[in-house]
């Protein structure tokens, strides 16, 4: 607080974009247990380990239950002990975690390792790093957004590429080792001396906005917008996007985690199939910036219908997908899909509902989708291993996508109910 309190004089811009830039590399930092990155670790794991596909993916799922579990505590603790806090732990442990997945031979220990990476990518990063922009950010909270997801775009970009490369040249164990050394060195720091959990802590004032009477009515008419966690919780839209979180990262984790794998009985190289995956990212990295443009212009609602059906598109065209050049093409549209996904989910979530009770929001709803990305992963790998191929897959991912498509127009915001004054009965 003490540093925060001195550069925010010396910074010829907002200290809130310092906090976006700290906050985003966290979310650079979470992309290292990124599907795309186990993508790459499959096949050559399944080798040399003589793994199925099925276990290996498997581990989504069970970071993906384990984080379902502590996700509405996380959002607890965000709101109740700040996000700089629980960011610096969560960093600390996601490096230790992926550190420790050169020594895991054994399933019980790979699962152990890997699940607990993905808790801190599913929950404290994104939901703390999206929190803590939309303390700072009202009018350009679409942008500052974009930016945090941009920056895990970059890390999803990064990993991918580092863990082909080291595959190549060194191994598996020398992969993970080096996945950990990136994100304790990274994200830790500043998470620690940069993150400032609301303007208000430093004298300032969400974008920025001098202090006028007009002002300071629109910040109070803001808090008194915000709803708390049990209004949202009796709230139809509330619902709506809890079940269409679910349905989003169902079809698009389950498709992602095997997508290298896929690539692979397509005839293609490791590499290859890492540089057309990495491509998606450089598409998310442009997308986040974009969707978060779109998002201060037009009505969430429209362009999350989008992303659905873009999301559709995409998984029926990798039934025809056979070379790289195809590949890119799929990269392309996954990539516009991810930068979407989630700038428009946090972004909604945060109009709709304010700031105030914002992280246990979050935290309730993440298990939405966390339950959309424990089931994709392993429905997939179960009918790859029925049916011998990825056909039935995506023609079902396909179908639930198009369909979601169209039930997400009906998310509009709600109107927060009226509250009775304290001291006032209801009857009066």
Request: glycine share 10%.
């Amino acid at each position: 607080m003490l540093l925060a309190n001195r550069l925010k004089n010396i910074f010829p811009f907002y200290y809130g974009w310092v906090v976006v830039g700290a906050s985003g590399t966290a979310v650079f930092a979470r992309m290292a247990p990124n599907i795309t990155t186990l993508t790459i670790f499959i096949y050559p794991m399944s080798q040399q380990l003589g793994w199925s596909r099925t276990l290996i993916s498997g581990s989504v799922s069970a970071g993906a239950l384990a984080a379902l579990v502590l996700s509405p505590a996380i959002g607890w603790a965000i709101d109740r002990y700040g996000v700089r806090t629980v960011m610096v732990v969560s960093m600390v442990i996601l490096g230790l975690a992926m550190t420790s997945l050169a020594w895991a031979t054994v399933p019980f220990t790979f699962y152990l390792a890997y699940a607990s990476a993905r808790v801190i990518f599913h929950s404290p990063a994104p939901i703390g790093a999206s929190t803590v922009a939309s303390r700072w950010f009202i009018k350009k909270r679409g942008r500052a957004i974009g930016i945090i997801f941009l920056c895990g775009a970059i890390g999803g970009l990064v990993f991918t590429m580092m863990s082909a490369i080291m595959i190549d040249q060194f191994g598996i164990k020398a992969a993970w080792l080096s996945l950990g050394i990136v994100v304790l060195t990274v994200a830790v720091a500043p998470s620690l001396f940069l993150i400032v959990e609301r303007p208000e802590d430093i004298g300032l004032l969400p974008d920025n906005d001098q202090d006028t009477p007009a002002s300071s009515a629109e910040r109070a008419a803001s808090s008194d917008d915000s709803w708390t966690l049990g209004e949202t919780l009796r709230c139809r839209t509330f619902w709506i996007l809890f079940f269409m979180g679910m349905a989003m990262f169902c079809v698009n984790t389950g498709t992602n985690v095997h997508i290298g794998a896929y690539y692979r009985d397509q005839g293609m190289t490791l590499t290859s199939a890492a540089v057309a995956i990495s491509f998606s990212w450089v598409v998310s990295a442009f997308g986040s910036i974009a969707w978060g443009w779109v998002l201060e212009k037009v009505q969430a609602r429209y362009a999350y219908s989008i992303v659905f059906v873009i999301l559709g598109v995409s998984t029926l065209y990798l039934l025809t997908v056979h070379n790289t050049i195809g590949a890119f093409g799929a990269a392309a549209m996954i990539g516009s899909v991810s930068g979407g996904s989630n700038v428009i989910i946090s972004i909604m979530y945060a109009n709709y509902f304010g700031r105030n009770s914002l992280g246990r929001i979050r935290g309730i709803s993440e298990t939405g989708v966390l339950l959309g990305q424990s089931t994709g992963p392993l429905l997939a790998g179960i009918l790859f291993d029925l049916k011998g191929s990825y056909t039935f897959v995506f023609l079902l991912f396909g179908g639930i996508a198009l369909t979601c498509a169209l039930i997400v127009l009906t998310a509009k915001q709600p109107v927060r109910p009226p509250r009775i004054p304290a001291g006032q009965s209801s009857l009066a």
